[in-house]
């Protein structure tokens, strides 16, 4: 596979990524050749990656490949002949002569802002529309959603689920999976009113909980264990006491029907959240509420693109591919500094590893990748309830591996049209509007960006990517900070 002066795989056979988180990076040789390929130590020196050649770019070739966290060397066999790039880190490796290197480490997403990809991708010619055209289409949606109320976001029919704030948590647990609905808000009998919601995301944090050799919470508490005193505990957990050391309360978030889709989607953006009930109350005191629907950003996606149906052509900026649009979470490349990394799993890893990204990169869903890192599936928050199935939460998380997990929930009881929202994909010469679209169907949060014929994976675009304020001016004139959901 290599060329004989040099034989980087004298340690074949020993290398393995099996069960570890990997991070897919952007490899780039800018100088040409007929056939070009690299290899490194992320893949042990066994395999040569096949580079491939950029549209309109005969110069410029590229690669994504997984890497596990670390410090790694690298080369590039350009028509038979090992090349290091001399624009990237470099070094003298001894008998492999020059490399170049790259590091993969832990970064706290708290800390370092999302990466975002430039409006100039490997040197490609981009659309490029006016300042003015920006801005146009940024108002008018703005203006669009300021003049609709969230009473438009109420379907004709249908059922909305709300627990008992003192249901035992297992129970809530089994009821959100039998119902196959990933959050539900919660009723106070004694106050008379909704005083907040239980979500996937509990979940996740319980189960992690008993996983926790030092946890307070067993198994068996959970067929007593309240949602109020799952929350009382939550809430000692983040440190949210009153001076006297008693747990605040976290005032629930919601929408009247009268509220305008403006403010209810600021409310999506400045909570981090991916759900609001919509309740209305005809009392002043907002006595007797009546719990309406549970609103979300793809409902109000939805109502945007009905309204640019048969104008978008009007707004350039719709028509422009979304790797020229500052959007999304992007594979970084190699020799870009401070990017967040891009966290994706192969269906061997185990799901307790799954559940700890999820929670530490505060994601709501990871790519699950095979050996050529071509997308598989994905494995999301919500992908919690189907552990009710056959009390599959009590087994060791560490033995599960996400496959076995993404199984429980794809039973053959599941409808087809649930399980084509799973994995929804883009690619990056697809438009703004095409992608809106695709993000206001029902039940899909986010779409995996891939490269055309392999698969491979190149990004992330979700709900909140489109509707928060990434770029100046602001889609919305208001600040909005947010983390990626």
Same mark, same amino acid.
């Given at each position: 596979m290599f060329a004989s002066d040099m034989n980087p795989a004298r340690d074949a056979g020993r290398f393995s990524t099996a069960g570890m988180v990997l991070f897919p990076v952007q490899f780039t040789w800018l100088y040409g050749g007929r056939n070009v390929a690299v290899s490194g130590s992320f893949n042990g020196w066994t395999e040569l990656v096949r580079m491939s050649q950029v549209e309109g770019c005969p110069n410029v070739f590229k690669a994504v490949c997984a890497v596990p966290h670390g410090s790694h060397e690298y080369k590039f066999l350009v028509?038979?002949?090992?090349?290091?790039?001399?624009?990237?880190?470099? #070094?003298?490796?001894?008998?492999?002569?020059?490399?170049?290197?790259?590091?993969?480490?832990? &970064?706290?997403?708290? &800390?370092?802002?999302?990466?975002?990809? %430039?409006? &100039?991708?490997?040197?490609?010619?981009?659309?490029?529309?006016?300042?003015?055209?920006?801005?146009?289409?940024?108002?008018?949606? %703005?203006?669009?959603?300021? +003049?609709?109320? +969230?009473?438009?976001? *109420?379907?004709?029919?249908?059922?909305?689920?709300?627990?008992?704030?003192?249901?035992? &948590?297992?129970?809530a647990f089994h009821i959100l999976a039998e119902q196959g609905i990933p959050v539900a808000p919660l009723w106070d009998f004694g106050k008379g009113k909704f005083v907040g919601v239980i979500s996937a995301s509990d979940f996740i944090l319980i189960l992690r909980e008993l996983g926790n050799h030092g946890s307070n919470l067993t198994e068996e508490e959970l067929e007593t264990h309240t949602i109020s005193a799952w929350k009382e505990g939550k809430a000692y957990m983040n440190g949210q006491v009153d001076g006297h050391g008693r747990p605040i309360p976290r005032q629930i978030i919601f929408a009247g029907p009268s509220d305008n889709l403006k403010d209810v989607a600021l409310k999506f953006l400045q909570n981090g959240v991916a759900t609001i009930p919509v309740i209305h109350s005809s009392s002043?005191?907002? !006595?007797?509420?009546?719990? *309406?629907?549970?609103?979300?950003?793809?409902?109000?996606? #939805?109502?945007?693109?009905?309204?640019?149906?048969?104008?978008?052509?009007?707004?350039?900026?719709?028509?422009?591919?979304?790797?020229?649009?500052? *959007?999304?979470?992007?594979?970084?490349?190699?020799?870009?500094?401070? !990017?967040?990394?891009? !966290?994706?799993?192969?269906?061997?890893?185990?799901?307790? %590893?799954?559940?700890?990204?999820?929670?530490?990169?505060?994601?709501s869903s990871i790519p699950i990748v095979d050996d050529n890192d071509s997308l598989l599936d994905v494995y999301s928050r919500s992908d919690i309830t189907a552990l009710a199935k056959g009390r599959a939460y009590t087994h060791n998380l560490n033995d599960m591996t996400v496959y076995q997990a993404l199984q429980l929930g794809q039973d053959s009881n599941t409808p087809n049209e649930l399980r084509s929202q799973r994995c929804q994909m883009c690619l990056r010469t697809d438009s703004l509007l095409r992608v809106m679209k695709q993000l206001a169907n029902p039940g899909v949060r986010r779409l995996v960006i891939v490269e055309a014929g392999s698969n491979r994976v190149e990004g992330v675009i979700s709900l909140t990517d489109v509707f928060r304020c990434n770029s100046k001016p602001p889609l919305f004139r208001r600040d909005c900070n947010t983390s990626h959901r």
């Open positions: 028509d038979g002949e090992w090349r290091h790039d001399e624009q990237q880190p470099h #070094k003298n490796a001894g008998e492999y002569g020059m490399v170049n290197t790259f590091d993969t480490r832990p &970064v706290p997403a708290e &800390v370092v802002p999302q990466h975002q990809l %430039s409006a &100039v991708i490997l040197n490609q010619a981009m659309p490029r529309i006016s300042e003015e055209d920006v801005q146009a289409a940024r108002h008018q949606i %703005s203006a669009f959603l300021a +003049a609709h109320t +969230a009473y438009e976001l *109420l379907p004709e029919s249908g059922k909305v689920v709300a627990l008992a704030v003192d249901l035992p &948590v297992k129970q002043e005191d907002g !006595s007797f509420p009546q719990l *309406l629907h549970l609103a979300s950003l793809s409902g109000i996606l #939805k109502c945007v693109c009905r309204y640019f149906k048969h104008c978008s052509g009007s707004f350039p900026m719709l028509q422009l591919p979304i790797c020229a649009i500052p *959007l999304g979470t992007w594979v970084p490349r190699i020799g870009e500094s401070n !990017s967040r990394p891009f !966290s994706m799993l192969r269906p061997n890893a185990s799901l307790n %590893s799954a559940l700890n990204m999820l929670v530490q990169a505060r994601v």
